[in-house]
Protein backbone atom coordinates (compact mmCIF):
# COMPACT_ATOMS: atom_id res chain seq x y z
CA UNK A 1 0.00 0.00 0.00
CA UNK A 2 0.96 3.40 -1.09
CA UNK A 3 -1.48 5.35 0.61
CA UNK A 4 -1.18 7.07 4.21
CA UNK A 5 -2.88 5.78 7.36
CA UNK A 6 -4.90 8.63 6.80
CA UNK A 7 -6.24 8.44 3.39
CA UNK A 8 -6.53 4.76 3.47
CA UNK A 9 -9.87 4.46 5.78
CA UNK A 10 -12.82 5.54 3.89
CA UNK A 11 -11.80 3.67 0.55
CA UNK A 12 -13.85 0.95 -0.82
CA UNK A 13 -12.57 -2.75 -1.42
CA UNK A 14 -12.03 -2.28 -5.30
CA UNK A 15 -11.99 -6.05 -5.63
CA UNK A 16 -14.72 -6.71 -4.07
CA UNK A 17 -17.39 -3.68 -4.78
CA UNK A 18 -20.71 -5.00 -2.88
CA UNK A 19 -18.32 -5.30 0.42
CA UNK A 20 -17.48 -3.60 3.24
CA UNK A 21 -14.44 -0.64 3.51
CA UNK A 22 -11.46 -2.68 3.17
CA UNK A 23 -10.28 -0.93 6.40
CA UNK A 24 -13.31 -1.92 8.39
CA UNK A 25 -13.63 -5.70 7.35
CA UNK A 26 -10.51 -7.10 6.98
CA UNK A 27 -8.17 -9.09 9.09
CA UNK A 28 -11.18 -10.02 11.18
CA UNK A 29 -11.15 -13.33 12.88
CA UNK A 30 -12.74 -15.25 15.69
CA UNK A 31 -12.51 -18.06 18.28
CA UNK A 32 -14.87 -20.34 19.55
CA UNK A 33 -15.73 -24.03 20.39
CA UNK A 34 -19.09 -25.64 21.17
CA UNK A 35 -21.00 -24.68 24.00
CA UNK A 36 -20.48 -28.17 26.32
CA UNK A 37 -17.04 -27.22 26.27
CA UNK A 38 -16.07 -24.09 25.89
CA UNK A 39 -13.40 -22.10 28.08
CA UNK A 40 -14.76 -20.39 30.70
CA UNK A 41 -12.98 -17.02 31.08
CA UNK A 42 -13.28 -17.57 34.62
CA UNK A 43 -10.90 -20.28 34.13
CA UNK A 44 -12.95 -22.82 35.66
CA UNK A 45 -13.56 -24.55 32.56
CA UNK A 46 -11.52 -26.25 30.03
CA UNK A 47 -12.10 -25.93 26.13
CA UNK A 48 -12.20 -28.83 23.57
CA UNK A 49 -10.88 -28.00 20.54
CA UNK A 50 -11.13 -24.13 19.36
CA UNK A 51 -12.94 -23.78 16.12
CA UNK A 52 -13.28 -20.91 13.37
CA UNK A 53 -10.06 -18.68 12.77
CA UNK A 54 -10.27 -16.57 9.90
CA UNK A 55 -7.86 -14.64 7.65
CA UNK A 56 -6.55 -11.52 6.78
CA UNK A 57 -7.78 -11.70 2.37
CA UNK A 58 -4.52 -12.50 0.63
CA UNK A 59 -4.37 -12.69 -3.26
CA UNK A 60 -2.99 -8.91 -4.08
CA UNK A 61 -2.71 -7.61 -0.91
CA UNK A 62 -3.59 -7.64 2.75
CA UNK A 63 -6.46 -4.93 2.16
CA UNK A 64 -8.71 -7.97 0.00
CA UNK A 65 -12.10 -9.25 1.26
CA UNK A 66 -12.02 -12.58 1.99
CA UNK A 67 -14.98 -15.32 2.41
CA UNK A 68 -16.29 -14.43 -0.92
CA UNK A 69 -15.87 -17.88 -2.63
CA UNK A 70 -17.69 -17.07 -6.19
CA UNK A 71 -15.95 -14.08 -6.58
CA UNK A 72 -19.54 -11.76 -6.84
CA UNK A 73 -18.41 -9.47 -3.98
CA UNK A 74 -21.09 -10.39 -1.10
CA UNK A 75 -19.87 -12.44 2.17
CA UNK A 76 -20.22 -15.59 2.47
CA UNK A 77 -20.59 -17.82 5.53
CA UNK A 78 -18.68 -21.34 6.02
CA UNK A 79 -20.37 -22.96 8.79
CA UNK A 80 -18.31 -26.02 10.53
CA UNK A 81 -20.71 -28.75 12.24
CA UNK A 82 -17.25 -31.07 13.57
CA UNK A 83 -19.32 -33.55 14.99
CA UNK A 84 -21.88 -34.59 12.30
CA UNK A 85 -22.92 -37.90 11.45
CA UNK A 86 -21.80 -38.86 7.71
CA UNK A 87 -22.23 -42.03 5.73
CA UNK A 88 -22.99 -43.49 9.21
CA UNK A 89 -20.28 -42.56 10.87
CA UNK A 90 -20.41 -40.58 13.91
CA UNK A 91 -18.53 -37.53 14.58
CA UNK A 92 -17.20 -37.74 11.12
CA UNK A 93 -18.26 -33.80 10.63
CA UNK A 94 -19.17 -31.51 8.03
CA UNK A 95 -19.31 -27.57 6.47
CA UNK A 96 -21.87 -25.91 5.07
CA UNK A 97 -21.43 -22.95 2.56
CA UNK A 98 -24.29 -20.25 2.37
CA UNK A 99 -23.64 -17.82 -0.61
CA UNK A 100 -24.35 -14.41 0.03
CA UNK A 101 -26.54 -11.87 -2.46
CA UNK A 102 -28.47 -8.78 -2.99
CA UNK A 103 -30.89 -10.45 -0.30
CA UNK A 104 -28.20 -12.06 2.36
CA UNK A 105 -28.12 -15.44 3.01
CA UNK A 106 -31.97 -15.86 4.03
CA UNK A 107 -32.68 -19.82 4.43
CA UNK A 108 -36.27 -19.62 6.29
CA UNK A 109 -39.86 -19.18 5.03
CA UNK A 110 -39.77 -15.61 4.91
CA UNK A 111 -36.35 -14.38 3.24
CA UNK A 112 -35.76 -15.62 0.10
CA UNK A 113 -33.58 -18.86 0.10
CA UNK A 114 -29.67 -18.18 -0.79
CA UNK A 115 -27.48 -20.41 -2.68
CA UNK A 116 -26.56 -23.38 -0.32
CA UNK A 117 -23.77 -26.15 0.24
CA UNK A 118 -22.72 -28.86 2.20
CA UNK A 119 -19.47 -30.74 1.85
CA UNK A 120 -18.02 -33.51 3.43
CA UNK A 121 -14.83 -36.37 2.83
CA UNK A 122 -17.85 -38.32 1.63
CA UNK A 123 -18.60 -35.53 -1.16
CA UNK A 124 -17.13 -36.44 -4.61
CA UNK A 125 -13.66 -35.27 -5.05
CA UNK A 126 -13.10 -33.99 -1.35
CA UNK A 127 -9.58 -36.62 -0.56
CA UNK A 128 -10.06 -39.06 2.09
CA UNK A 129 -12.10 -41.27 3.86
CA UNK A 130 -14.91 -40.78 5.94
CA UNK A 131 -14.21 -41.92 9.70
CA UNK A 132 -15.91 -41.93 12.60
CA UNK A 133 -14.91 -38.75 14.99
CA UNK A 134 -12.41 -36.96 12.49
CA UNK A 135 -14.13 -33.74 13.14
CA UNK A 136 -13.88 -32.37 9.50
CA UNK A 137 -15.03 -28.79 10.52
CA UNK A 138 -13.83 -28.24 13.73
CA UNK A 139 -11.91 -25.27 12.10
CA UNK A 140 -12.77 -23.06 9.47
CA UNK A 141 -11.10 -20.48 7.67
CA UNK A 142 -10.89 -18.80 3.86
CA UNK A 143 -7.75 -17.13 1.65
CA UNK A 144 -7.28 -17.03 -1.76
CA UNK A 145 -4.35 -20.15 -1.87
CA UNK A 146 -3.96 -19.97 -4.99
CA UNK A 147 -3.95 -16.22 -6.41
CA UNK A 148 -6.91 -16.86 -8.54
CA UNK A 149 -9.56 -13.71 -7.20
CA UNK A 150 -11.54 -16.67 -5.63
CA UNK A 151 -11.20 -17.13 -1.75
CA UNK A 152 -10.83 -20.32 -1.32
CA UNK A 153 -12.28 -22.97 1.82
CA UNK A 154 -9.84 -24.06 4.17
CA UNK A 155 -11.09 -27.10 6.87
CA UNK A 156 -9.48 -28.80 10.00
CA UNK A 157 -10.18 -32.23 10.99
CA UNK A 158 -7.60 -32.12 13.79
CA UNK A 159 -9.22 -35.95 14.85
CA UNK A 160 -8.25 -37.58 11.89
CA UNK A 161 -6.17 -40.24 11.84
CA UNK A 162 -3.10 -40.78 9.70
CA UNK A 163 -2.15 -43.58 8.44
CA UNK A 164 -2.00 -45.82 12.17
CA UNK A 165 -1.11 -42.41 13.96
CA UNK A 166 -4.84 -41.48 15.78
CA UNK A 167 -5.47 -38.16 16.28
CA UNK A 168 -2.58 -36.74 14.26
CA UNK A 169 -4.75 -34.31 12.24
CA UNK A 170 -5.41 -33.08 8.66
CA UNK A 171 -6.58 -30.16 6.80
CA UNK A 172 -8.23 -29.74 3.55
CA UNK A 173 -8.70 -27.32 0.60
CA UNK A 174 -11.55 -26.52 -1.37
CA UNK A 175 -11.16 -23.98 -4.02
CA UNK A 176 -13.49 -21.11 -4.76
CA UNK A 177 -14.56 -20.26 -8.77
CA UNK A 178 -17.31 -18.54 -10.31
CA UNK A 179 -19.55 -21.15 -9.60
CA UNK A 180 -18.43 -21.48 -5.71
CA UNK A 181 -16.45 -23.67 -3.94
CA UNK A 182 -15.61 -27.49 -6.31
CA UNK A 183 -13.78 -29.98 -5.14
CA UNK A 184 -12.10 -31.20 -8.45
CA UNK A 185 -8.84 -29.62 -7.25
CA UNK A 186 -9.03 -30.62 -3.66
CA UNK A 187 -6.26 -30.69 -1.76
CA UNK A 188 -5.45 -32.09 1.84
CA UNK A 189 -2.21 -31.82 3.85
CA UNK A 190 -0.85 -33.11 6.94
CA UNK A 191 2.04 -32.35 9.41
CA UNK A 192 4.95 -33.04 8.43
CA UNK A 193 5.78 -35.51 11.07
CA UNK A 194 2.10 -36.53 12.12
CA UNK A 195 2.40 -37.55 15.68
CA UNK A 196 -0.48 -38.93 18.00
CA UNK A 197 -2.60 -36.75 19.28
CA UNK A 198 -1.33 -33.55 17.71
CA UNK A 199 -4.59 -32.60 16.29
CA UNK A 200 -3.03 -30.56 13.26
CA UNK A 201 -5.76 -28.48 11.88
CA UNK A 202 -6.93 -27.36 15.64
CA UNK A 203 -6.88 -24.12 14.33
CA UNK A 204 -6.16 -22.94 10.62
CA UNK A 205 -6.09 -19.33 8.92
CA UNK A 206 -4.60 -18.01 5.55
CA UNK A 207 -3.96 -14.79 4.42
CA UNK A 208 -0.74 -12.80 2.71
CA UNK A 209 2.03 -12.68 4.71
CA UNK A 210 5.03 -12.05 2.73
CA UNK A 211 5.74 -10.50 -0.57
CA UNK A 212 7.83 -13.96 -1.69
CA UNK A 213 4.20 -15.01 -3.04
CA UNK A 214 1.16 -14.11 -5.00
CA UNK A 215 -1.11 -15.37 -3.30
CA UNK A 216 -2.17 -16.06 0.85
CA UNK A 217 -0.18 -18.57 3.16
CA UNK A 218 -1.99 -21.06 5.14
CA UNK A 219 -1.28 -21.46 8.90
CA UNK A 220 -2.21 -24.44 10.51
CA UNK A 221 -2.16 -25.15 14.46
CA UNK A 222 -1.63 -28.27 16.54
CA UNK A 223 -0.90 -28.83 20.46
CA UNK A 224 2.87 -27.64 19.45
CA UNK A 225 3.07 -24.98 17.10
CA UNK A 226 2.18 -23.69 13.82
CA UNK A 227 3.18 -24.58 10.27
CA UNK A 228 3.13 -22.61 6.91
CA UNK A 229 1.99 -23.64 3.72
CA UNK A 230 2.15 -22.12 0.20
CA UNK A 231 0.23 -23.37 -3.42
CA UNK A 232 2.76 -24.03 -5.70
CA UNK A 233 1.96 -25.47 -8.98
CA UNK A 234 -1.16 -27.43 -7.86
CA UNK A 235 0.44 -28.71 -5.14
CA UNK A 236 0.49 -26.93 -1.04
CA UNK A 237 4.68 -27.17 -0.01
CA UNK A 238 5.51 -26.67 3.79
CA UNK A 239 7.17 -23.33 3.99
CA UNK A 240 7.95 -22.83 7.54
CA UNK A 241 7.31 -22.86 10.99
CA UNK A 242 6.85 -20.89 14.18
CA UNK A 243 7.90 -21.83 17.55
CA UNK A 244 4.99 -21.68 20.51
CA UNK A 245 6.02 -23.43 23.21
CA UNK A 246 7.58 -20.51 25.17
CA UNK A 247 5.44 -17.24 26.04
CA UNK A 248 5.87 -14.34 28.23
CA UNK A 249 7.46 -14.58 31.82
CA UNK A 250 8.72 -18.33 31.00
CA UNK A 251 5.26 -19.68 30.47
CA UNK A 252 4.69 -22.58 28.67
CA UNK A 253 1.43 -21.97 26.63
CA UNK A 254 -1.06 -24.48 25.04
CA UNK A 255 -1.17 -22.98 21.44
CA UNK A 256 -5.28 -22.94 20.55
CA UNK A 257 -6.34 -19.46 18.50
CA UNK A 258 -5.47 -18.17 15.42
CA UNK A 259 -5.92 -14.22 14.04
CA UNK A 260 -4.84 -11.95 11.40
CA UNK A 261 -4.68 -8.62 10.65
CA UNK A 262 -2.32 -5.74 9.10
CA UNK A 263 -1.70 -3.34 12.40
CA UNK A 264 1.49 -1.63 11.13
CA UNK A 265 -0.57 -0.74 8.02
CA UNK A 266 2.46 -2.31 5.40
CA UNK A 267 -0.10 -3.91 2.65
CA UNK A 268 0.69 -7.78 4.79
CA UNK A 269 -0.96 -9.45 6.74
CA UNK A 270 0.39 -10.42 10.51
CA UNK A 271 -0.32 -13.18 12.48
CA UNK A 272 -1.68 -13.63 16.29
CA UNK A 273 -1.48 -17.08 17.73
CA UNK A 274 -2.94 -17.18 21.40
CA UNK A 275 -3.31 -20.24 23.70
CA UNK A 276 -3.25 -20.57 27.60
CA UNK A 277 -0.61 -21.75 30.61
CA UNK A 278 -1.45 -24.76 33.13
CA UNK A 279 1.53 -22.34 35.21
CA UNK A 280 -1.83 -20.12 35.31
CA UNK A 281 -4.55 -22.81 36.07
CA UNK A 282 -5.83 -22.27 31.90
CA UNK A 283 -7.15 -18.81 33.42
CA UNK A 284 -4.32 -16.79 31.90
CA UNK A 285 -4.44 -16.08 28.29
CA UNK A 286 -1.41 -14.99 26.08
CA UNK A 287 -0.67 -14.12 22.29
CA UNK A 288 2.39 -13.72 20.51
CA UNK A 289 2.35 -11.28 17.39
CA UNK A 290 4.33 -12.62 14.25
CA UNK A 291 4.89 -9.95 11.44
CA UNK A 292 4.29 -10.37 8.06
CA UNK A 293 6.76 -8.41 5.53
CA UNK A 294 8.14 -8.48 2.23
CA UNK A 295 10.65 -11.19 2.87
CA UNK A 296 8.57 -13.52 5.25
CA UNK A 297 6.99 -13.54 8.67
CA UNK A 298 8.85 -12.93 12.04
CA UNK A 299 8.67 -12.97 16.02
CA UNK A 300 7.60 -9.26 16.94
CA UNK A 301 6.44 -9.15 20.61
CA UNK A 302 4.57 -11.24 22.98
CA UNK A 303 1.12 -9.93 24.50
CA UNK A 304 -1.50 -10.76 27.60
CA UNK A 305 -4.49 -11.99 26.62
CA UNK A 306 -6.08 -14.52 23.58
CA UNK A 307 -8.57 -16.55 24.59
CA UNK A 308 -10.55 -15.17 21.99
CA UNK A 309 -9.24 -12.87 19.22
CA UNK A 310 -10.31 -10.65 16.40
CA UNK A 311 -8.95 -7.72 14.07
CA UNK A 312 -10.38 -4.46 12.40
CA UNK A 313 -9.52 -1.16 12.62
CA UNK A 314 -11.69 0.06 15.39
CA UNK A 315 -10.72 3.76 15.35
CA UNK A 316 -10.54 3.88 11.63
CA UNK A 317 -6.86 5.38 11.86
CA UNK A 318 -5.35 3.09 9.31
CA UNK A 319 -4.04 0.19 11.33
CA UNK A 320 -5.91 -2.81 12.39
CA UNK A 321 -6.74 -3.12 15.74
CA UNK A 322 -6.24 -6.26 18.20
CA UNK A 323 -9.29 -7.47 20.38
CA UNK A 324 -8.45 -10.42 22.65
CA UNK A 325 -10.52 -11.92 25.42
CA UNK A 326 -8.92 -12.62 28.70
CA UNK A 327 -9.98 -14.75 31.79
CA UNK A 328 -10.32 -12.97 35.52
CA UNK A 329 -7.45 -13.34 38.49
CA UNK A 330 -4.84 -11.02 38.53
CA UNK A 331 -5.42 -8.02 40.46
CA UNK A 332 -5.02 -5.52 38.05
CA UNK A 333 -7.50 -6.30 35.85
CA UNK A 334 -10.71 -3.74 36.05
CA UNK A 335 -13.97 -4.78 38.16
CA UNK A 336 -15.91 -7.70 36.65
CA UNK A 337 -12.79 -9.81 34.99
CA UNK A 338 -13.84 -12.46 37.00
CA UNK A 339 -16.69 -12.78 34.22
CA UNK A 340 -14.54 -12.19 31.52
CA UNK A 341 -12.77 -9.33 29.82
CA UNK A 342 -11.86 -7.73 26.59
CA UNK A 343 -8.49 -5.68 25.35
CA UNK A 344 -7.95 -3.74 22.64
CA UNK A 345 -4.54 -3.61 21.27
CA UNK A 346 -4.27 -0.35 18.97
CA UNK A 347 -2.36 -1.01 15.93
CA UNK A 348 0.41 1.57 14.59
CA UNK A 349 3.80 2.02 13.18
CA UNK A 350 5.13 -0.46 15.55
CA UNK A 351 1.97 -2.98 15.28
CA UNK A 352 -0.67 -3.53 18.25
CA UNK A 353 0.32 -1.62 21.12
CA UNK A 354 -1.13 -1.22 25.03
CA UNK A 355 -2.04 2.09 27.03
CA UNK A 356 1.63 1.97 27.79
CA UNK A 357 3.08 1.11 24.80
CA UNK A 358 4.14 -2.03 23.20
CA UNK A 359 3.52 -4.88 25.14
CA UNK A 360 1.59 -2.56 27.51
CA UNK A 361 -1.49 -3.22 29.13
CA UNK A 362 -4.53 -2.88 26.68
CA UNK A 363 -7.82 -0.95 26.62
CA UNK A 364 -9.89 -3.07 29.00
CA UNK A 365 -13.40 -3.69 29.13
CA UNK A 366 -15.74 -5.78 30.95
CA UNK A 367 -19.24 -5.92 31.46
CA UNK A 368 -19.27 -3.84 34.90
CA UNK A 369 -17.74 -0.92 32.25
CA UNK A 370 -19.57 2.21 32.17
CA UNK A 371 -22.44 1.84 29.57
CA UNK A 372 -21.74 -1.67 28.54
CA UNK A 373 -25.24 -3.28 29.86
CA UNK A 374 -25.92 -6.22 32.43
CA UNK A 375 -23.64 -7.68 35.13
CA UNK A 376 -20.53 -9.14 35.23
CA UNK A 377 -20.67 -13.04 36.27
CA UNK A 378 -18.01 -15.61 36.76
CA UNK A 379 -18.34 -17.81 34.46
CA UNK A 380 -19.95 -15.57 32.01
CA UNK A 381 -17.23 -16.24 29.66
CA UNK A 382 -17.48 -12.41 28.34
CA UNK A 383 -15.20 -12.17 25.56
CA UNK A 384 -14.96 -16.03 24.49
CA UNK A 385 -15.48 -15.26 20.99
CA UNK A 386 -15.38 -12.06 18.91
CA UNK A 387 -15.77 -10.15 15.79
CA UNK A 388 -15.03 -6.99 14.56
CA UNK A 389 -16.78 -5.11 11.61
CA UNK A 390 -18.82 -1.91 11.20
CA UNK A 391 -22.12 -2.73 11.93
CA UNK A 392 -23.84 0.54 11.07
CA UNK A 393 -21.69 1.67 7.99
CA UNK A 394 -20.37 4.84 9.65
CA UNK A 395 -16.89 3.70 9.00
CA UNK A 396 -15.54 2.78 11.85
CA UNK A 397 -15.76 -0.79 12.99
CA UNK A 398 -17.81 -2.40 15.73
CA UNK A 399 -16.95 -5.49 18.30
CA UNK A 400 -19.18 -7.88 18.91
CA UNK A 401 -18.78 -10.04 22.13
CA UNK A 402 -19.71 -13.63 22.26
CA UNK A 403 -20.68 -14.66 26.24
CA UNK A 404 -21.65 -18.65 25.71
CA UNK A 405 -21.58 -19.07 29.93
CA UNK A 406 -23.69 -16.26 30.55
CA UNK A 407 -27.22 -16.96 32.58
CA UNK A 408 -30.40 -15.66 31.45
CA UNK A 409 -32.68 -14.85 34.34
CA UNK A 410 -32.57 -18.29 36.12
CA UNK A 411 -31.54 -20.27 32.99
CA UNK A 412 -27.93 -21.43 33.57
CA UNK A 413 -24.84 -20.96 30.60
CA UNK A 414 -27.84 -19.86 27.31
CA UNK A 415 -25.37 -17.25 26.06
CA UNK A 416 -25.75 -13.84 25.37
CA UNK A 417 -23.96 -11.21 22.54
CA UNK A 418 -22.96 -7.96 23.03
CA UNK A 419 -21.86 -4.95 20.39
CA UNK A 420 -19.51 -2.12 21.53
CA UNK A 421 -18.69 0.81 18.85
CA UNK A 422 -16.31 1.99 17.04
CA UNK A 423 -15.40 5.56 16.95
CA UNK A 424 -12.13 8.10 16.88
CA UNK A 425 -11.17 8.38 20.20
CA UNK A 426 -11.35 3.79 19.86
CA UNK A 427 -13.81 1.08 21.58
CA UNK A 428 -16.82 3.08 23.34
CA UNK A 429 -20.24 2.08 25.11
CA UNK A 430 -22.04 4.82 23.63
CA UNK A 431 -24.85 2.46 21.92
CA UNK A 432 -23.48 -0.37 23.52
CA UNK A 433 -26.68 -3.75 22.96
CA UNK A 434 -26.89 -6.74 24.00
CA UNK A 435 -29.07 -9.37 22.90
CA UNK A 436 -30.07 -13.15 23.82
CA UNK A 437 -32.78 -16.01 23.09
CA UNK A 438 -35.14 -14.18 25.46
CA UNK A 439 -34.34 -10.71 23.74
CA UNK A 440 -38.08 -9.40 22.21
CA UNK A 441 -38.47 -10.99 18.89
CA UNK A 442 -35.14 -13.15 18.57
CA UNK A 443 -36.20 -16.64 17.93
CA UNK A 444 -36.88 -19.51 20.37
CA UNK A 445 -36.15 -19.15 24.11
CA UNK A 446 -33.24 -19.04 26.63
CA UNK A 447 -32.33 -22.93 27.81
CA UNK A 448 -29.36 -23.97 29.84
CA UNK A 449 -26.75 -25.29 28.13
CA UNK A 450 -27.06 -23.49 24.70
CA UNK A 451 -24.53 -21.51 24.98
CA UNK A 452 -25.83 -18.55 22.18
CA UNK A 453 -22.76 -16.84 20.89
CA UNK A 454 -20.57 -19.36 21.41
CA UNK A 455 -19.20 -18.66 18.19
CA UNK A 456 -20.19 -15.21 16.64
CA UNK A 457 -19.41 -13.37 13.08
CA UNK A 458 -20.40 -9.97 11.56
CA UNK A 459 -20.74 -10.13 7.44
CA UNK A 460 -22.16 -8.13 5.04
CA UNK A 461 -23.51 -11.16 3.29
CA UNK A 462 -26.21 -8.51 0.92
CA UNK A 463 -23.40 -5.74 0.18
CA UNK A 464 -25.42 -2.91 1.67
CA UNK A 465 -21.85 -2.10 3.86
CA UNK A 466 -23.36 -2.90 7.08
CA UNK A 467 -22.09 -6.33 8.53
CA UNK A 468 -25.43 -8.75 10.19
CA UNK A 469 -24.45 -10.55 12.94
CA UNK A 470 -24.25 -14.49 12.70
CA UNK A 471 -24.43 -16.16 16.34
CA UNK A 472 -24.13 -19.59 16.97
CA UNK A 473 -25.40 -22.14 19.96
CA UNK A 474 -23.59 -25.36 18.96
CA UNK A 475 -25.53 -26.96 22.05
CA UNK A 476 -28.73 -26.03 21.07
CA UNK A 477 -31.44 -29.06 20.82
CA UNK A 478 -29.03 -30.95 22.99
CA UNK A 479 -25.90 -30.40 20.57
CA UNK A 480 -27.71 -30.31 17.23
CA UNK A 481 -26.64 -26.77 17.39
CA UNK A 482 -28.28 -23.87 15.80
CA UNK A 483 -27.57 -20.40 14.18
CA UNK A 484 -29.38 -17.11 14.26
CA UNK A 485 -29.52 -13.85 12.17
CA UNK A 486 -30.03 -9.86 13.11
CA UNK A 487 -30.13 -7.47 10.53
CA UNK A 488 -27.90 -4.26 10.91
CA UNK A 489 -28.94 -0.74 10.37
CA UNK A 490 -27.65 2.52 10.91
CA UNK A 491 -28.47 2.32 14.64
CA UNK A 492 -26.52 -1.23 15.15
CA UNK A 493 -28.21 -4.60 15.55
CA UNK A 494 -31.86 -5.04 15.46
CA UNK A 495 -33.89 -7.97 16.79
CA UNK A 496 -36.43 -7.06 14.93
CA UNK A 497 -36.18 -9.41 11.69
CA UNK A 498 -34.19 -11.37 13.36
CA UNK A 499 -34.22 -15.42 12.27
CA UNK A 500 -33.11 -19.03 12.94
CA UNK A 501 -32.27 -21.99 11.32
CA UNK A 502 -30.23 -25.33 12.20
CA UNK A 503 -28.18 -27.83 9.29
CA UNK A 504 -31.47 -29.46 8.50
CA UNK A 505 -32.35 -25.81 6.71
CA UNK A 506 -29.15 -26.72 4.04
CA UNK A 507 -30.41 -29.84 3.31
CA UNK A 508 -27.17 -31.09 6.10
CA UNK A 509 -27.89 -34.58 8.57
CA UNK A 510 -28.86 -32.64 12.14
CA UNK A 511 -28.78 -35.10 15.13
CA UNK A 512 -25.84 -34.19 17.59
CA UNK A 513 -23.98 -32.00 14.63
CA UNK A 514 -22.47 -29.28 17.24
CA UNK A 515 -24.08 -27.02 13.75
CA UNK A 516 -22.25 -23.69 14.35
CA UNK A 517 -18.96 -24.84 16.49
CA UNK A 518 -17.05 -23.09 13.69
CA UNK A 519 -17.78 -20.10 11.67
CA UNK A 520 -15.21 -18.17 9.64
CA UNK A 521 -14.96 -14.62 9.18
Do not use: C
Not at 292 to 309: A, F, Q
Not at 356 to 361: K, R, T, Y
Request: charged share 20%; aromatic share 6%; hydrophobic share 35%.
Amino acid sequence: MTSTPTDRPTGTNSAHPHGTTARSRRGTASAAVAAASFLLLAGIGITAAPAAMAAVPGGTSAADRNSDFDGDGYDDVLIGAPDGTVSGKEGAGYVTVQYGAANGIGVNNSVPKARTAVFSRSTAGVPGTTRPYDGFGRSVATGDIDGDGYDDAVIGAPGDEVGTVENAGRVTVLFGSKTGLRTDRALTITSATPDEGAQFGLAVTAARFTGETPADVIAVLDNSGAQLFTYDLGVLRRSGDLDTTVRPEGRAIQPAYLTTGDYDADGFADLVISGYSPDDGYAQGWSTVFVGGESGVSRLRDLRGGLGTASGDINRDGYDDLVVGESGGPADLPQGADGGVVGVYYGGEEGPAGLEGPGGAPDWWTQDSPGVPGTAERGDAWGNDLSVADVDGDGYADVAVGAPGEDVGTVQDAGAVWLLRGAAEGLTATGAQSFDQNTANVPGAAEAGDGWGAQIRLADTDGDLRSELVAAAPGENTGDGAVWVLPAGTKGLSALGSWSYGAAALGAPAKGASFGSAVDE
